[in-house]
């Protein structure tokens, strides 16, 4: 089994010293979900939402999520991202927003988390945008679906 890396030998915790990897581009894309009740929806995709545009606000929270990742992540390093994508689709059968986030990064260490944390707090952000309106909302399957990039070579989950 692989060792943890953010363990020393005596077990406690530390952030990985990544400063004699190499610097590549590295790429992360992360999905996940978030079902509601199809009125919810209905409100959302009509702009009918009391707080705003639901789409706009929680595309905007997941990029600036994902650039404060270490700063919520403690063993995160801080990093340099050149692009954050946050992409949010409507489905009808269930009612729901499937929410998308690639990012990019040239650096030592990869951008997985951050992507993940896009996803999440985007979904959060529907959630808070719509819980007057339905507080029965699932947010959910948030995972890594790709990755490229660095020493581990290139991760893409079967769907």
Partial sequence: MTQLSHLDEQGRA?????????????IAVARGTIRMQPK??????EEKIAKG??????????????KKTSELIPMCHPLNITSVKVDLTARQKPARVDIEASVR?????GVEMEAMTAVSVAG??????CKAVDREMIIGEIRLVEKSGGKSGTFIRKE
């Fill in 14 to 26: 530390r952030m990985v010293d990544v400063s004699d990897k190499d610097t590549t581009s590295r």
């Fill in 124 to 129: 959060l952000t529907i959630y808070d945008m």
């Fill in 53 to 66: 545009d639901v789409f706009s606000v929680a595309r905007v929270a997941g990029i600036m999520a994902a």
């Fill in 105 to 109: 990064v040239s650096g030592k260490t």
């Fill in 40 to 45: 919810t929806l209905g409100l959302i995709l």
